[in-house]
C-alpha cells in the first residue's frame, strides 16, 4: 500500500472518529433519565454567581481551556496525584480561576442529589451547560445546549503543550491553533471575544507596555492614554498577582464592544489585537462591532463547534463520580 494511500487512510478514520463521537451529541439527551438537569444545574450556578462574579470568567474560560486540550471531557478538572501530573496543573492552566471548578463541582453535587439523577450526568456536560448558562446570566446569548459527552480518562501536563493560543500569537498562529481543533478561522475570532469578560495578569501583557522592541518599548499598536492606564495599573515589577480587566470598557457584560475596543486600539494582548490588525480578519471584526445580532449568531455557531470538539464515548470515557478524580 502506497503512502498516500496509508495517509488516506487515517485521515478518514480520524474524520470518522471525529463525527462518530460528535453525532452522540443531540440536545435533551437526559429526556429519560434526568430530564431537569439544565434547570438544576443553573439554579447551582445562580447560587454561585450570587457569591462570586468571577463564577462567569472563570467557568467561560475552563470550558475553553478543556475542549482544546483533550477535547470538551472534563479531564482539565482532574486533580494532580503523587503519580500523575494533571492538565490543570501545566504552567498554561495555572492561571484558571478556582470558582470555575467550583462552579462545576457544586452544581454536580445538586444534580446529583436529585433523585433519579445521581451519577447519570458527565462533569463535562455540567460544564458544557454551565458555561451556556453564565454567558447568558452576562448578557450574551441563549443557545440550545447538545449533551451526551463522557468524561475523560486520562489527564496529563504534557497533553497540555502547544495545545492553547497565546497572547503573543500572530493570525497565523491563531489560525492554526484552532484548525488543530477542527474550528475555523471565523470560530477563532467569535470565541476570541470571550475576552469581554474577566481579568489578566499584569505579566501576560507587560511585555507591550515595557520591552516591546529596542525602538518602541510601547507596542505603538496600544492606544497611547490606554497604554497609560494599563502602566498605571501595572507598573514594572508589579507583584504578578495583579489582574486588570481585558475588557475596559464593559467589564462584566458580554456584549460587542470586545470588536469596538479593538477598533480603539485597546486590545489588551496581541493576539486581541491583531484581529483588526490583520487585513485578513479586520472585516469581520468591524462587522461584529457595528452588529451584535450578527456577532451573538456567529458566538453560538462558534460554541457549540467548540463543544463538539474530542468527544468522548462510552468506548474511551465515563461518568465520574467526583469531577476532579478519575473513578
Not at 482544546?68 to 484558571?96: F, P, R, W, Y
Not at 507591550?208 to 507596542?219: E, G, H, I, Q, V
Request: proline letters at 5%.
Amino acid at each position: 500500500m502506497g503512502r498516500f494511500n496509508l495517509l488516506l487512510i487515517v485521515l478518514i478514520g480520524i474524520w470518522l472518529m471525529r463525527h462518530l463521537a460528535a453525532a452522540q451529541l443531540q440536545q435533551n439527551f437526559y429526556a429519560s433519565t434526568c430530564p431537569n438537569v439544565e434547570r438544576i444545574v443553573k439554579k447551582a450556578v445562580k447560587k454561585k454567581l450570587s457569591q462570586t462574579f468571577i463564577t462567569i470568567p472563570a467557568t467561560l474560560r475552563l470550558f475553553f481551556h478543556d475542549c482544546m486540550i483533550n477535547g470538551c471531557d472534563a479531564s482539565v478538572m482532574i486533580q494532580s496525584t503523587s503519580n500523575n501530573k494533571a492538565e490543570k496543573d501545566h504552567s498554561d492552566n495555572l492561571s484558571l480561576a478556582g470558582d470555575g471548578f467550583d462552579t462545576v463541582i457544586k452544581a454536580k453535587e445538586a444534580v446529583d442529589a436529585i433523585p433519579g439523577c445521581k451519577n447519570k450526568v458527565s462533569c463535562a456536560d455540567i460544564l458544557a451547560i454551565a458555561t451556556r448558562d453564565v454567558v447568558r446570566m452576562a448578557g450574551g446569548p441563549f443557545y440550545p445546549i447538545e449533551l451526551g459527552r463522557r468524561d475523560g480518562l486520562v489527564s496529563t501536563a504534557a497533553s497540555v503543550e502547544g495545545k492553547l493560543p497565546h497572547p503573543n500569537f500572530n493570525l497565523d498562529q491563531l489560525t492554526s491553533s484552532f484548525a488543530s481543533r477542527g474550528l475555523s478561522q471565523t470560530h477563532m475570532i467569535a470565541l476570541s471575544a470571550a475576552h469581554t469578560l474577566g481579568f489578566s495578569h499584569c505579566d501576560k501583557f507587560s511585555k507591550r507596555l515595557y520591552n516591546f522592541s529596542a525602538k518602541n518599548p510601547t507596542d505603538t499598536k496600544l492606544y497611547p492614554p490606554y497604554a497609560a492606564q494599563l502602566k498605571a495599573m501595572c507598573p514594572q515589577n508589579v507583584d504578578p498577582g495583579i489582574v486588570v480587566s481585558i475588557d475596559p470598557t464593559t467589564p462584566m457584560r458580554f456584549d460587542n464592544i470586545y470588536f469596538r475596543n479593538l477598533i480603539k486600539r485597546k486590545g489588551i494582548f496581541t493576539s486581541d489585537q491583531i484581529l483588526y490588525e490583520d487585513p485578513r480578519s479586520k472585516p469581520t471584526v468591524v462587522d461584529w462591532a457595528q452588529n451584535s445580532t450578527r456577532f451573538n449568531e456567529a458566538f453560538i455557531q462558534a460554541m457549540t463547534a467548540l463543544g463538539r470538539v474530542g468527544v468522548k464515548t462510552a468506548s474511551n470515557g465515563n461518568i465520574r463520580i467526583r469531577c476532579d478524580a478519575f473513578n
